[in-house]
């Protein structure tokens, strides 16, 4: 059963041929097995999963369940879920358990799907390699000395190895799509308000959006289907946020405008990438698609701008936890002292650096010069992007400049770290859709290929992402693990 996808799983769910219990013990049976190699949960919610089997199994049973009723998924911990355990990866929240539940987890309970347990990612999602959380490495379902990517990795690296068939993370800067490149599994960030980000614990609010990932786009549709839709919880959420997968197979390349900014094909592209992403554009030329070269300046600005904004917004965000509202607090002296010594001691390294970069950029006689301007270069590049929509259907290029890289790398410096970025952050910038698919390999290392949309453009971005992966042919390769 672990090796269904969800579209063929919801089939024997929806048949009888197998139970939503028997679905549920599958995974977990999968998950005890072999995830001791790869640490891609945190937590594991066995009790309360098979309670939701039991209720999804009476709706199945009644007749007219949902699609995904009964299916297995994984949930970043950055989502809230009231009674279970909330860490974002971070001691300043260990063993909070939150009140309320993020509109997303009453969505998918709703629609009797089944939490299998809470995934593994950099603390706060601050990272791209799931290397900064604080509690353990998560590794590539295709090498285990390799990263899986992040800030998602738990999410990507537990689709990839047949741990869930569905899973959800959040992707600030390509948190859901660079690690669905690097573990070889479909990654999609919807547009901006399309999918609440009501208890989703706050990074970057203007750039956050919970995404999903699929081993292919029509589970990655159906899982997106589930919880979008307009919430009065979040004022960012679109007023028309609905989709439907209906149409979704009803995508051809044929005609198809295809734009390839060269800023993001330039030195920092892995040659092995390039040469993997050449190989499907000439595929997808193949099937009629009309592949064309342009130019977006301000797309070489993009790592620089978002180093800006997020870590302004984090330092906002961020200043909430002070051991009195949220998970423990270390008492020392007086009140200052306590709140100086829970942040400094419980938050990792990356999320302090962070922190310190954004209140820097936000103070006195430095705001015009780092995060206004930084704002005014968001705003270019979201123009640019969208004038170049008005010509054609889709951006494309590789999603990482690498494929999947060693874990604890001394060579890779922060910034290099940070540059894996590059072709993500463009469609947080302007909320665009944005996907990965898997493309291809390189040395036996996945590679996926970026389509990015018009604002709203969600459902023919699928329907061009369904037709690329058709073409690809990467569909069904799995890694080497049992």
């Known amino acids: 059963m ?13 048949s009888r041929e197998i139970s939503a219990q028997e679905a549920a013990e599958a995974h977990f049976d999968r998950i005890e097995t072999i995830d001791g190699d790869y640490g891609a949960y945190l937590l594991l919610c066995r009790e309360e ?16 369940a949902p699609a995904l009723c009964g299916i297995p998924y994984a ?59 604080a509690y353990q490495l998560t590794r590539c379902p295709w090498d285990p000395h390799c990263s899986p990517g992040g800030s998602s990795g738990g999410s990507a690296a537990a689709v990839s ?15 859901v799509r660079q690690p669905a490149s690097l573990c070889g599994v479909v990654g999609f960030k919807p547009t901006y308000g399309r999918i609440s980000r009501y208890g989703l614990v706050a ?129 020392e002296g007086d009140h200052n002292k306590s709140t100086a010594m829970t942040r400094g001691q419980l938050f990792g390294h990356e999320v302090k650096l962070r ?10 006689g430095y705001y015009d010069a780092y995060y206004h301007r930084a704002q005014q270069v968001r705003g270019l590049m979201a123009d640019e992007m ?33 540059m894996l970025d590059l072709c993500t952050i463009p469609a947080n910038m302007g909320g665009f859709p944005s996907i990965s698919i898997p493309c291809g390999a390189d040395n036996d290392m996945p590679v996926g290929l970026l389509l990015t949309g018009p604002v709203m453009g969600d459902e023919k971005l699928l329907q061009a992402a369904w037709a690329a992966e058709q073409a690809l042919g990467f569909v069904g390769r799995r890694p080497p693990i049992l």
């Open 355 to 364: 922190i310190m970069v954004g209140t820097y950029a936000l103070s006195a």
């Open 49 to 64: 999963a098979m309670k939701q089997a039991e209720a999804a199994q009476a709706m199945l049973d009644a007749g007219d």
């Open 161 to 175: 190895a047949e741990l869930a068939p569905i899973s959800f993370g959040s992707d600030t800067g390509g948190s």
């Open 2 to 14: 672990t090796g269904l996808t969800a579209a063929e799983l919801s089939a024997k769910l929806q």
């Open 203 to 331: 990074f970057a609010s203007s750039l956050d959006q919970i995404g999903p990932f699929g081993r292919t786009v029509e589970d990655t549709s159906l899982a997106f289907e589930a919880v979008a839709g307009h919430d009065r919880h979040d004022s960012t959420s679109l007023p028309n946020a609905a989709y439907s997968s209906k149409e979704l197979k009803s995508g051809s390349l044929k005609g198809l405008k295809m734009a390839i900014p060269k800023e993001l094909f330039g030195d920092e592209v892995d040659p092995g990438v390039k040469e993997v992403f050449e190989r499907g554009i000439k595929k997808l030329q193949a099937e009629g698609a009309i592949v064309s070269i342009v130019s977006l300046p301000s797309l070489q600005l993009g790592v620089t701008t978002y180093y800006i904004i997020a870590p302004a917004e984090a330092s906002s965000n961020l200043g909430r936890y002070d051991g009195i509202r949220f998970g423990p607090r270390i008492e």
């Open 386 to 418: 969208a004038e170049v929509m008005k010509e054609h259907d889709v951006i494309i290029s590789p999603t990482s400049p690498v494929s999947s890289f060693r874990l604890e790398d001394d060579s890779l410096d922060q910034m290099a770290l940070k």
């Open 75 to 133: 949930l970043k911990d950055n989502i809230v879920t009231k009674g279970i355990t909330t860490t974002c990866a971070s001691k300043v929240l260990e063993g909070w358990v939150p009140p309320y539940s993020a509109s997303v987890y009453q969505q998918m309970q709703n629609q009797g799907m089944v939490l299998l347990g809470k995934t593994n990612l950099d603390e706060f999602a601050m990272g791209t390699s799931t290397e900064n959380s």
